[in-house]
């Protein structure tokens, strides 16, 4: 398995603001992921970042809106940008890691 | 599109009882197979997967699954649940083709009374 750490693990945000959100695995891995988890509901995923790749987003996320660096093979962040209520929600960083995906503890974000 | 359902969103047992939540997914072709659980204030876990091999596999805690091929699902069964069962169990499958996303169902809370 991984150990995988977020910070922050909460804020709360002014809307118009950025928030840059980290994500540090204990283990090199190919495949890292973030996911949104929207108060009582399930996981959406919002990119897949590959190390020495730009990331590919899924539909409904855009670049400009959610931007991923992925510096190296243990560490990624997503920075949520010009934020508005609606993006309060957890993120939560994934690794996929012997066909299994493990997830962070999340940073749970409330916009004002 | 690839598709995961729950069938029950909430579940209220007494310490005890039995547990199966269902899952079924929409998807033709080979498939891995995930239960992950939830405790209040806690991260998502592993809690069975499922890749190849016998169809009933086991998880902690006392967890099991059936992955039933002809019928599209990954059942979770526990014989007797307790208190501390209490959580959001999310239904997970990657198909093998396609890339790696891993798609989630909606999630099961359940609620174990004492």
């Known amino acids: 398995s991984a150990v995988i750490s977020q910070k922050p693990s909460r804020d709360i945000c002014q809307r118009g603001t950025s928030l840059t959100i980290q994500c540090q695995v204990d283990?090199?891995?190919?495949?890292m992921f973030w996911y949104r988890q929207q108060p009582g509901q399930s996981l959406t995923l919002i990119a897949t970042a590959n190390q020495g790749s730009e990331a590919t987003y899924e539909s409904g996320f855009v670049i400009d809106k959610f931007p991923i660096s992925r510096p190296n093979l243990t560490f990624s962040t997503l920075t949520v940008s010009n934020m508005s209520p609606e993006d309060s929600s957890i993120y939560l960083c994934?690794?996929?890691?012997?066909?299994?995906?493990?997830f962070g503890p999340g940073t749970r974000l409330l916009v004002l | 599109a690839q598709s995961v359902s729950q069938h029950n969103h909430h579940v209220i047992l007494s310490e005890a009882a039995s547990l199966e939540l269902g899952c079924n997914y929409s998807y033709g072709g080979t498939v891995n197979l995930f239960w992950y659980v939830q405790y209040p204030g806690q991260h998502l876990q592993l809690l069975l997967k499922?890749?190849?091999?016998?169809?009933l596999v086991k998880g902690i805690k006392g967890f099991e699954a059936e992955f039933i091929k002809s019928k599209f699902s990954f059942n979770l069964r526990k014989p007797s649940v307790q208190w501390s069962d209490t959580a959001e169990y999310f239904c997970?499958?990657?198909?093998?083709?396609?890339?790696?996303?891993?798609?989630f169902g909606a999630g099961t809370r359940l609620f174990v009374k004492a």
């Open positions: 994934s690794v996929r890691l012997d066909e299994t995906q493990y």
């Open positions: 997970a499958v990657n198909p093998l083709k396609g890339g790696f996303k891993t798609i």
């Open positions: 283990s090199q891995v190919t495949m």
């Open positions: 499922y890749f190849s091999g016998d169809p």
